[in-house]
Protein backbone atom coordinates (compact mmCIF):
# COMPACT_ATOMS: atom_id res chain seq x y z
CA UNK A 1 0.00 0.00 0.00
CA UNK A 2 1.55 3.16 -0.94
CA UNK A 3 -0.63 6.47 -0.23
CA UNK A 4 0.98 9.88 -0.41
CA UNK A 5 -1.18 12.76 1.89
CA UNK A 6 0.18 15.79 -0.04
CA UNK A 7 -0.31 19.42 1.47
CA UNK A 8 0.17 21.94 -1.19
CA UNK A 9 1.67 25.11 0.02
CA UNK A 10 0.45 24.89 3.82
CA UNK A 11 1.16 28.43 5.81
CA UNK A 12 0.84 27.05 9.30
CA UNK A 13 3.62 25.15 10.36
CA UNK A 14 1.13 23.93 12.96
CA UNK A 15 -1.31 22.19 10.84
CA UNK A 16 1.56 19.87 9.20
CA UNK A 17 2.11 18.61 12.64
CA UNK A 18 -1.72 17.75 13.20
CA UNK A 19 -1.87 16.41 9.88
CA UNK A 20 1.65 14.07 11.06
CA UNK A 21 -0.37 13.13 13.80
CA UNK A 22 -4.03 12.58 12.19
CA UNK A 23 -2.01 10.14 9.40
CA UNK A 24 0.03 8.21 11.93
CA UNK A 25 -3.26 7.35 14.27
CA UNK A 26 -4.34 5.74 11.29
CA UNK A 27 -1.24 3.96 10.05
CA UNK A 28 -0.50 6.32 7.04
CA UNK A 29 3.11 8.19 7.57
CA UNK A 30 3.50 8.89 3.67
CA UNK A 31 3.28 12.61 3.61
CA UNK A 32 4.47 15.09 0.85
CA UNK A 33 5.01 18.70 1.36
CA UNK A 34 4.76 21.37 -1.61
CA UNK A 35 6.27 24.90 -0.97
CA UNK A 36 5.35 24.77 2.90
CA UNK A 37 5.94 27.66 3.98
CA UNK A 38 7.54 27.32 7.41
CA UNK A 39 9.06 23.60 7.34
CA UNK A 40 10.61 22.22 9.51
CA UNK A 41 9.44 24.06 12.68
CA UNK A 42 9.22 23.65 16.48
CA UNK A 43 5.71 24.29 16.48
CA UNK A 44 4.82 21.35 13.42
CA UNK A 45 6.75 19.02 15.73
CA UNK A 46 4.93 20.16 18.96
CA UNK A 47 1.75 19.25 17.29
CA UNK A 48 2.77 15.82 15.82
CA UNK A 49 2.24 14.71 19.50
CA UNK A 50 4.34 11.48 18.80
CA UNK A 51 4.30 11.98 15.37
CA UNK A 52 7.58 13.16 14.85
CA UNK A 53 8.70 10.17 12.56
CA UNK A 54 6.28 11.62 10.10
CA UNK A 55 7.49 14.64 9.69
CA UNK A 56 11.37 13.59 9.60
CA UNK A 57 10.12 11.71 7.08
CA UNK A 58 8.38 13.75 4.95
CA UNK A 59 9.12 14.93 1.10
CA UNK A 60 9.44 18.47 0.27
CA UNK A 61 9.04 19.39 -3.28
CA UNK A 62 9.02 22.61 -5.16
CA UNK A 63 6.03 21.24 -7.26
CA UNK A 64 2.77 19.41 -7.40
CA UNK A 65 3.98 17.74 -10.53
CA UNK A 66 6.63 16.26 -8.45
CA UNK A 67 4.40 15.38 -6.30
CA UNK A 68 2.43 13.21 -8.24
CA UNK A 69 4.98 11.68 -10.03
CA UNK A 70 4.42 8.18 -10.17
CA UNK A 71 0.71 8.38 -9.00
CA UNK A 72 -1.90 5.53 -10.45
CA UNK A 73 -4.38 7.75 -8.87
CA UNK A 74 -4.85 11.61 -7.79
CA UNK A 75 -7.67 12.25 -5.61
CA UNK A 76 -7.78 16.31 -4.90
CA UNK A 77 -10.06 17.45 -1.56
CA UNK A 78 -11.83 20.05 -2.26
CA UNK A 79 -14.32 22.09 0.50
CA UNK A 80 -16.57 22.94 -2.16
CA UNK A 81 -18.50 21.33 -4.56
CA UNK A 82 -16.88 21.75 -8.56
CA UNK A 83 -19.82 20.46 -11.13
CA UNK A 84 -19.49 23.10 -12.92
CA UNK A 85 -16.09 21.82 -13.77
CA UNK A 86 -16.68 18.19 -14.53
CA UNK A 87 -14.80 16.81 -12.21
CA UNK A 88 -16.36 13.29 -10.63
CA UNK A 89 -16.97 13.92 -7.12
CA UNK A 90 -16.42 11.43 -4.43
CA UNK A 91 -17.31 10.80 -0.98
CA UNK A 92 -14.25 10.00 1.37
CA UNK A 93 -16.31 6.70 2.27
CA UNK A 94 -16.31 6.47 -2.38
CA UNK A 95 -12.94 7.27 -2.57
CA UNK A 96 -10.87 4.96 0.03
CA UNK A 97 -11.57 1.79 -1.95
CA UNK A 98 -10.51 2.82 -4.97
CA UNK A 99 -7.20 4.61 -3.14
CA UNK A 100 -6.83 1.13 -1.51
CA UNK A 101 -7.06 -0.70 -4.92
CA UNK A 102 -4.82 0.93 -6.83
CA UNK A 103 -2.63 1.74 -4.38
CA UNK A 104 -1.98 -2.39 -4.64
CA UNK A 105 0.19 -1.52 -8.28
CA UNK A 106 1.43 1.64 -7.60
CA UNK A 107 1.31 5.03 -5.25
CA UNK A 108 -1.35 6.59 -5.37
CA UNK A 109 -1.82 10.28 -3.60
CA UNK A 110 -4.72 12.84 -1.72
CA UNK A 111 -3.81 16.36 -2.37
CA UNK A 112 -4.95 18.90 -0.06
CA UNK A 113 -4.84 22.41 -0.46
CA UNK A 114 -3.01 25.83 1.13
CA UNK A 115 -5.36 26.74 4.24
CA UNK A 116 -7.55 29.49 3.26
CA UNK A 117 -8.25 29.13 -0.52
CA UNK A 118 -8.04 25.28 -1.29
CA UNK A 119 -6.58 24.15 -4.80
CA UNK A 120 -6.82 26.13 -7.63
CA UNK A 121 -8.48 25.18 -10.56
CA UNK A 122 -4.93 24.56 -12.56
CA UNK A 123 -3.90 22.54 -9.34
CA UNK A 124 -7.27 20.22 -9.65
CA UNK A 125 -5.98 19.04 -13.35
CA UNK A 126 -3.59 16.82 -12.48
CA UNK A 127 -6.02 14.97 -10.26
CA UNK A 128 -8.53 12.25 -11.95
CA UNK A 129 -11.08 13.16 -9.63
CA UNK A 130 -12.06 15.54 -6.47
CA UNK A 131 -13.40 14.72 -2.56
CA UNK A 132 -15.58 16.45 -1.00
CA UNK A 133 -16.37 16.08 2.77
CA UNK A 134 -20.13 16.45 3.30
CA UNK A 135 -20.91 18.80 5.60
CA UNK A 136 -23.10 21.39 7.75
CA UNK A 137 -24.33 23.57 4.26
CA UNK A 138 -24.41 26.72 7.11
CA UNK A 139 -20.83 25.94 8.24
CA UNK A 140 -18.64 23.91 5.88
CA UNK A 141 -14.99 25.38 7.27
CA UNK A 142 -12.92 22.34 8.53
CA UNK A 143 -9.83 22.51 9.48
CA UNK A 144 -6.70 21.09 7.13
CA UNK A 145 -5.95 18.71 9.92
CA UNK A 146 -9.71 17.31 10.22
CA UNK A 147 -10.03 17.02 6.41
CA UNK A 148 -6.92 14.61 6.40
CA UNK A 149 -8.42 13.09 9.29
CA UNK A 150 -11.43 12.03 7.91
CA UNK A 151 -10.21 11.00 4.50
CA UNK A 152 -7.48 8.66 6.69
CA UNK A 153 -10.16 6.87 9.17
CA UNK A 154 -11.84 6.03 6.13
CA UNK A 155 -9.33 4.67 4.67
CA UNK A 156 -7.94 2.70 7.75
CA UNK A 157 -11.69 1.57 7.53
CA UNK A 158 -11.76 0.15 4.36
CA UNK A 159 -8.31 -1.35 4.69
CA UNK A 160 -9.99 -4.02 7.28
CA UNK A 161 -12.81 -5.21 4.48
CA UNK A 162 -12.22 -7.96 2.57
CA UNK A 163 -10.07 -7.77 -0.70
CA UNK A 164 -11.96 -7.36 -3.38
CA UNK A 165 -11.93 -10.19 -5.48
CA UNK A 166 -11.07 -8.92 -8.58
CA UNK A 167 -7.54 -7.00 -9.36
CA UNK A 168 -6.57 -5.36 -12.23
CA UNK A 169 -4.19 -6.86 -14.64
CA UNK A 170 -2.29 -4.03 -15.64
CA UNK A 171 -1.51 -1.13 -13.59
CA UNK A 172 -3.20 2.53 -13.57
CA UNK A 173 -0.81 5.22 -16.00
CA UNK A 174 1.08 6.93 -14.19
CA UNK A 175 0.39 10.43 -13.59
CA UNK A 176 3.07 11.70 -15.85
CA UNK A 177 1.71 9.18 -19.13
CA UNK A 178 -1.73 10.89 -18.61
CA UNK A 179 0.08 14.14 -18.94
CA UNK A 180 2.17 13.26 -21.86
CA UNK A 181 -1.25 12.16 -23.33
CA UNK A 182 -2.69 14.99 -22.74
CA UNK A 183 -0.04 16.65 -24.53
CA UNK A 184 0.19 14.54 -27.52
CA UNK A 185 -3.98 14.87 -27.76
CA UNK A 186 -3.23 18.90 -27.90
CA UNK A 187 -0.90 18.69 -30.60
CA UNK A 188 -3.95 16.31 -32.69
CA UNK A 189 -6.27 18.97 -32.09
CA UNK A 190 -4.42 21.23 -33.85
CA UNK A 191 -3.10 19.25 -37.01
CA UNK A 192 -7.00 18.14 -37.14
CA UNK A 193 -8.11 22.20 -37.12
CA UNK A 194 -10.30 20.72 -33.90
CA UNK A 195 -11.02 24.25 -32.92
CA UNK A 196 -11.75 25.15 -28.94
CA UNK A 197 -14.55 27.74 -29.49
CA UNK A 198 -14.18 28.62 -25.81
CA UNK A 199 -10.68 29.70 -26.09
CA UNK A 200 -8.34 29.37 -23.03
CA UNK A 201 -7.66 25.36 -23.29
CA UNK A 202 -11.44 24.36 -22.28
CA UNK A 203 -11.52 22.05 -24.67
CA UNK A 204 -8.30 20.31 -23.85
CA UNK A 205 -9.01 20.10 -19.85
CA UNK A 206 -12.27 18.99 -21.32
CA UNK A 207 -10.79 15.86 -22.65
CA UNK A 208 -8.57 15.69 -19.72
CA UNK A 209 -11.07 14.92 -17.10
CA UNK A 210 -12.68 12.16 -19.53
CA UNK A 211 -9.55 10.58 -18.88
CA UNK A 212 -9.13 11.00 -15.50
CA UNK A 213 -12.88 9.39 -15.12
CA UNK A 214 -11.42 6.36 -17.11
CA UNK A 215 -9.30 5.61 -15.11
CA UNK A 216 -6.69 4.46 -18.04
CA UNK A 217 -4.37 1.51 -17.67
CA UNK A 218 -0.67 1.97 -19.31
CA UNK A 219 -2.02 -0.10 -22.11
CA UNK A 220 -4.98 1.88 -23.07
CA UNK A 221 -2.79 4.71 -22.70
CA UNK A 222 -0.42 3.42 -25.25
CA UNK A 223 -3.14 2.56 -27.47
CA UNK A 224 -4.55 5.98 -27.68
CA UNK A 225 -1.04 7.49 -28.45
CA UNK A 226 -0.59 5.11 -30.93
CA UNK A 227 -4.10 6.64 -32.52
CA UNK A 228 -3.10 9.89 -32.01
CA UNK A 229 0.30 9.40 -33.97
CA UNK A 230 -1.69 7.47 -36.80
CA UNK A 231 -3.78 10.68 -37.23
CA UNK A 232 -0.80 13.21 -36.93
CA UNK A 233 0.65 11.40 -39.77
CA UNK A 234 -2.58 11.68 -41.76
CA UNK A 235 -3.12 14.90 -40.93
CA UNK A 236 0.49 15.80 -41.85
CA UNK A 237 2.22 13.40 -44.20
CA UNK A 238 5.43 14.99 -44.54
CA UNK A 239 5.49 15.92 -41.17
CA UNK A 240 6.43 13.92 -37.63
CA UNK A 241 4.59 13.35 -34.88
CA UNK A 242 5.99 12.74 -30.86
Not at 30 to 57: C, I, M, N, R, Y
Not at 103 to 112: I, L
Not at 158 to 186: F, G, K, T
Request: aromatic share 6%.
Amino acid sequence: MHIRFILVAPRHPGNIGSTARAMKTMGLEDLWLVDPAQFPHPEATALASGASDVLEKAHVVSTLAEAVAGCALVLGSSARLRTALYWPVLTPREAAPKLLEASSDAPVAVVFGTERTGLTNEEFERCNALIHIPANPAYESLNLSQAVQIVAYELRLAMDLPPPEARRLVPLAPAEELERLNAHLSQVLTAVEFTDRAGGGHLERRFARIFGRAELDQHEVNMLRGLFASAMAKANPSGGCE
